[in-house]
Each structure stands twice: as structure tokens, then as C-alpha cells.
């Protein structure tokens, strides 16, 4: 292997990792602000209780989460240094933006919601927690959005051999950003659904602290249902943008080799990427593609094979990806549900089979967002910017096989470690259940007072 694909390989590693924890922060910080707020309203201590469990499992995955997202920025320098010439006045404004406003923010106000339970108000306490919230998905916010640029270009100009942003409203209007950060954002919503509803269903069955989790579970039923089908009514908005701007990687997505007008959509297929064609294409919908790609009845469906063969991204992992992840989002919704119908009706803790379902499904939505992942980026490949600049031509010129091979070693490892400290560390103390006194936590005079 050359320094080239060793480099691709350490990035989509360090990449992996870190999404493991990124989906997990946006959705838990959100229902771990819920429930603080309807402590804050209705002065129940089973909310207070609620917010201290699932904020702590939320502070551990965060702390590791923050470390695994330091090593990201530094391969640019590292590995891409041909790429930071060529686009470092646009790629490095995002960047910058989100390490100086949103890190900061975060920080903050993380350090007011850990330390100020004795020491702010109890208003003040939960605009920490929103905030947190809202510096959470900023921060995503501008990386999807500096990501949302390689995959569609806006607002630049090519001079001298490097790109200049022109226009930063195109930019941070860029409608392909918007919709992947929405993606992104509900997905993780769903994350922390299935997260929260798991761990519930496990001590349900256990028959542990069952008004507890009761509770607990109901917030993230409704949450996984509505989560859910946003991702798939927004998944389907990106999919139109992905069809517009990059027909190639639809092409991949979909399976589809020669130009179609209109296009049916094929409910089983099996690609022979080998021979530019699908070996089974059958099950077919007249006009299925057409509509889910170009909202009309008789749009045109570019074809693998009329895209130059040096433009190609790779058909088979791509197909796989989004035909697994759409069917596990089909699935999502489902479950929210059925987890909705079940908390309305008594007896949850009695079917302890669908208690099972849904501790068995907690890891499921994990898989969903790393395969939306490969959809984007090998599904762009072989691009670094799309349309404009080759991957092959980013990597560093001096960097040589054996310093890629180090480098790569090295952090797996250090992510490696660091994602089995985070599931070793979250299990420890989900399973641990949450604390019954709160004095320690809180003084017992301030739990309902004008502090």
C-alpha cells in the first residue's frame, strides 16, 4: 500500500471512531435537557434523578468524544497537505469557527452544568443544559457544513492552483450542508432514542427502579418515533439534493448502469460491478427512481456507464451501505411504533420480548449513521473536493509508506482504546442504575428553591 491509500485508510478509521461518539452527544444532550426541564417545572425529584443518570452516561461519552476529534484536524497537516494548499482559505474558515466559537461555548457552559448544582440558580442550571444543546449541534453544524463543501462546491473561485471563497453566504447557505446537518442531527436523535430506550428496557427486565425507567423509557419512545421519520423525510430531500449535484454517486447508491428516462426503481438487485452491469434486477417499480431522485414521474437517471470510468466511485460499497441503512431506518421507524403504542397501553414491563427487541436493537442506529457515512464519503470518491480536485492529489508529497503505516497503526490504536474505555465506562454505569440519594448531589433545602 502506498502513502496515498494508507493516509484514505487512517482518515476513514479516525473518521469511524469518532462518529461512534458524535451521534450519541447530539441526541442525549436533548433528552437529558427535557428531562432537566420538566424537573425545573413540575419540582418532581424523579426528574432530577433522571437528569443525573443519563447526564453522567452523556459526560463520559462527551469527555471521549471531544478527545477523539482532536487527532481529525491535525491529519490535514499531517497526511493532506497538497489538499490544505489547495483549499485551506475556504476549508479553514469552518474549522476555525467551530473551534473558537462552539468549543468554547461548550466548555463553558458544560463546566456551570457539572459544578453548579449548589451554585446558580436552578434556571440558570437549565439554560446550561440547553445551551450545551445548542453549542453541541453548532459545532456539527460547521463541520457538516466545511464537509458539505467538498461534496458540493459553492462561493469559490480557482486561482493559481488553490480555491478563494467569494462568496461566504453561498457557502453557509449551501442547501446540500443544511440538509446533511439535519440528517446528521436527527440521526443522532435516533442514536439517543434506542440508547436510552435499550438501557431502560434492560433494567425493566431486570425489575429495577421501575417508575424510573418507566419514564425514562416513554421520553425516548416518542423521541425514537419522531426522530426517526424525520431522518427518513429529510433522508429523502438529501437524496433529491444528491441527485442533482453528484449523479455519480446516486448512480452507486441506486445501482444503476445504463441512463434511464424514466427510471424504474428496483426493489432487489445484486450489482456486477465487474462487467458494468447488475447481475439480478428484478422486483421492479415503473418510474420508482425517477420520482425519489427528481420528484417527477419522467426524470432522467444518469447511468454508471456514462460517467467517465477515472470519475467512478466504487458501485459495491456504496449499494450495500445505503440499502442497509435505509432499511434499518425503515426499521427505526417500526420500533418507535411499536414503543410508543406499548408505553400507552399497561403492562410494558409484562412483554418482556419487546423489552428484548429493543435492548438488542440499542446498537443498531450506530451502524445506521457509520453506513450513511461510507454512502457520503466513498460515494464521493474520487473526489476530495467534488468536481474539482482529485483525492489522489491532496496527500502530502513528502510523507513516505513507513510514516503513513506509523501514523496509521498509532491512532487505531489510541481510538481503538479510546472507544472501549467509552462502551466499558457507559455500561459500567448503566448497568450500575442511577443513585438514590441526592443530597450529595444537591443539598436537600435547594432542590426546590428560588436557587
Not at 240 to 262: F, G, H, R
Not at 308 to 337: A, Q, T
Amino acid at each position: 500500500m502506498n502513502p496515498l491509500e494508507l493516509s484514505r485508510l487512517q482518515f476513514a478509521a479516525t473518521t469511524m471512531f469518532h462518529f461512534i461518539f458524535v451521534p450519541l452527544i447530539l441526541g442525549l444532550s436533548v433528552i437529558v435537557a427535557i428531562m432537566e426541564t420538566r424537573y425545573v417545572r413540575t419540582g418532581d425529584r424523579l426528574y432530577l434523578r433522571m437528569t443525573k443518570f443519563w447526564g453522567r452516561l452523556f459526560l463520559i461519552n462527551f469527555a471521549l468524544g471531544v478527545v477523539t476529534g482532536l487527532f481529525l484536524e491535525f491529519q490535514f497537516g499531517t497526511n493532506w497537505a497538497d489538499f490544505s494548499r489547495y483549499a485551506g482559505d475556504i476549508f479553514g474558515a469552518p474549522l476555525a469557527i467551530e473551534s473558537l466559537m462552539t468549543f468554547f461555548l461548550e466548555s463553558s457552559f458544560i463546566g456551570i452544568w457539572v459544578l453548579g448544582w449548589n451554585r446558580v440558580s436552578r434556571r440558570l442550571h437549565l439554560f446550561a443544559a440547553w445551551m450545551l444543546v445548542f453549542g453541541a449541534n453548532l459545532s456539527a453544524l460547521w463541520i457538516l457544513l466545511a464537509n458539505s463543501w467538498m461534496q458540493h462546491p459553492v462561493g469559490e473561485v480557482v486561482s493559481a492552483g488553490r480555491v478563494r471563497m467569494v462568496d461566504f453566504m453561498a457557502f453557509f447557505t449551501n442547501l446540500y450542508g443544511w440538509l446533511k446537518f439535519f440528517h446528521t442531527m436527527f440521526s443522532g436523535f435516533v442514536v439517543a432514542a434506542f440508547f436510552v430506550a435499550g438501557i431502560s428496557a434492560y433494567h425493566l427486565l431486570k425489575r429495577r427502579e421501575r417508575e424510573f425507567f418507566m419514564k425514562s423509557f416513554r421520553i425516548a419512545a416518542v423521541f425514537a418515533l419522531v426522530s426517526s421519520v424525520l431522518v427518513f423525510l429529510v433522508g429523502d430531500e438529501h437524496a433529491y439534493e444528491v441527485a442533482q449535484t453528484q449523479p455519480s454517486k446516486l448512480a452507486a447508491m441506486e445501482s444503476v448502469w445504463e441512463t434511464q428516462q424514466p427510471a424504474a426503481y428496483n426493489l432487489l438487485e445484486i450489482p456486477y460491478p465487474d462487467h458494468n452491469r447488475n447481475l439480478v434486477q428484478t422486483l421492479s417499480i415503473p418510474w420508482g427512481l425517477s420520482l425519489l431522485a427528481t420528484h417527477s414521474f419522467d426524470g432522467k437517471v444518469t447511468g454508471m456507464n456514462d460517467i467517465p470510468p477515472n470519475d467512478r466511485p466504487s458501485v459495491l460499497p456504496v449499494f450495500i451501505s445505503f440499502r442497509l441503512m435505509v432499511g434499518l431506518g425503515m426499521l427505526f421507524m417500526l420500533l418507535g411504533l411499536a414503543a410508543v403504542y406499548f408505553v400507552r397501553k399497561p403492562g410494558l414491563p409484562e412483554r418482556r420480548w419487546f423489552l428484548r427487541i429493543m435492548l438488542l436493537a440499542l446498537p443498531l442506529p450506530y451502524v445506521a449513521c457509520e453506513l450513511g457515512w461510507i454512502v457520503a464519503e466513498v460515494g464521493r470518491q474520487p473526489w476530495i473536493v467534488y468536481g474539482l480536485f482529485r483525492t489522489a492529489d491532496g496527500v502530502s508529497p513528502n510523507i513516505s509508506t513507513a510514516q503513513a503505516l506509523i501514523s496509521l497503526l498509532g491512532l487505531g490504536a489510541i481510538y481503538l482504546g479510546l472507544t472501549i474505555t467509552d462502551v466499558y465506562l457507559l455500561t459500567k454505569f448503566a448497568k450500575k442504575g442511577p443513585d438514590k440519594d441526592l443530597s450529595r448531589i444537591i443539598s436537600p433545602e435547594n432542590l426546590w428553591s428560588g436557587r
